[in-house]
């Protein structure tokens, strides 16, 4: 049994174990910290009865206009409590609080192009590839540079899906910030 809470800023402390993982972006303290800070109710954890932590998800709004929506910048499961629903349970938890309080037309992520566990989880969740993006992921010594999927899923806002029509071709990571 798992319970989804509100993550503090005492469960920095104990989240190591889940971020050892190579597809796991790990950022330092401060980029925490603004998170949790900034968007508390969409940083949330899986914890088990024992009180251990099991998976997280960092989240954000952002945009204007139709663009603007619910971010994943990060989902991570422990090794041990993978293919429990962990995951499933954050993204909807991100997904109903991206629809109210924030009205939000639709929710984004970013994945590995060659993460085909995560890209399976994302498409049963009901995102879809929208884009590539070209060399999106910059090699660390550990993971090579790789492209990225942009992957979305339309809300409620969004009754006509426009913000999950695919691109028809890749874009650039300065394309993406332009």
Known sequence: MSTIKRFRAVDLFRFNAVNLDRFTETYD????????????????????????????????????????HGHVTALTVAPECR???????????????????????????????????????????????????????????VMPTENAYDMRKALPRD???ESVVPLDRPITVDELYS
């Not at 969409?42 to 603007?68: N, Q």
């Not at 954050?90 to 037309?105: F, I, K, N, Q």
């Open 29 to 68: 303290l401060s980029f925490y910290l603004n998170y949790l800070s900034s968007w508390p109710e969409l940083f949330t954890l899986a914890e088990s009865a024992d009180g251990r932590l099991m998976a997280y998800l960092m989240g954000k709004v952002e945009g204007r206009g139709a663009d603007w």
């Open 159 to 161: 009754a006509l899906k």
């Open 83 to 141: 293919r429990l629903g962990l995951a499933g349970g954050l993204m909807r938890g991100l997904e109903d609080v991206s629809t109210a309080p924030h009205d939000c037309y639709f929710v984004d992520l970013f994945v590995r192009s060659s993460n085909a566990a995560a890209v399976q989880l994302y498409e049963a969740l009901g995102y879809v590839v929208y884009r590539q993006v070209i060399d999106y992921y910059v090699g660390d010594g």
